[in-house]
């Protein structure tokens, strides 16, 4: 038992100073991107800029200004989505469609550049995730109810401060907030991801796994490298994933269908706790990515099963 205290205590102190640069970054993110909305916010300019993309939001549930939030999400980190809903007034329902939109497509051009080392196309992963974000998020403002959310973000807007003094008032004790929590949070990660290597958990928590992946139209081999991909996220597991593939333990094949599902649904640890602590629904976030990660894995698997059948169709005449 000392043994095992000894070594956890170990993964502490490992952890400690990596989660503190970690959270030297995200300030380094966060603090500017949310200043800059709360500005663009009291000068007027973001309203001006909501006007062109409201049609197309609007299709989604969503006001013209949460455009920006989307766009930063496609080039960056989830945290700078994470900033800008918190400087907007959004309802929980509109919140959750647009997280799910930056779930989705967050920091592309790293994720499709790791997902295109391990079986898949870079433009075909960049594609499908940029195209089911607004599936998802029209498919969402159908089904779910428009009245009993509450409101996520500041109540008090930029436009009804008096001058720049109340704006950067109200920007540090909002960004204040988020900086706290998200602290708490890539700590506590960043503890549990030492832990697990420490005591090399992932192989075996891999093979709880190895049913459910039939479910989701995986390779029991995917088991693995699915449990990276949901814990470690695509941009800091793709090394795992790339050696994984080298050594063979998954053919392109069974590589590419696990992308599909990650380009949906990856990080699910760290990402859902994330927006669960801005006031996002838990139940919406994962069902939702784990119900689309598994339809379009079939669909891929259904296009595939047709292509094989019509090849064979045409060779046998």
Known sequence: MGRTAERVWKCILRALPKAGKTCVWLLKIILPVSLLVRLLQYSGLLTKFSAWLEPLFSTMGLPGE???????????????????ITSMSLSVREATILALMCLISHNLIVESSVQAKTGSGFWEMTILRLSMSFVVAFLLNLIMPHSGWGVIGS????????????VFILWFGSSMKVVGTILVIVTSLMILHYILEEFNLMKG???????????????SNAAFLWLVGNVVGLAYGGAIMAEQMAQKKLSYKEGNLLNYHLAMSH?????????????????????????????????????????????KVYHER
């Open 267 to 311: 990080s699910l640890l760290e990402d859902t706790i994330i927006f669960i602590a801005i006031g996002i629904p838990a139940l919406w976030i994962i069902l939702t990515r784990l119900f689309f990660a598994v339809g379009v894995v079939w669909i891929r698997r259904a296009v595939d099963y047709i292509y094989i059948r019509k090849i």
């Open 205 to 219: 928590l891999s093979a709880v796994f190895h049913p459910v992946m039939k479910v989701f139209g995986l390779s």
């Open 66 to 84: 949460t455009a920006i939030v989307f766009i930063t999400s496609v080039f960056s980190p989830l945290y700078a989505p994470i900033a800008l």
């Open 155 to 166: 109540s008090v807007t930029p436009e009804a401060c008096n001058s720049i003094g109340e």
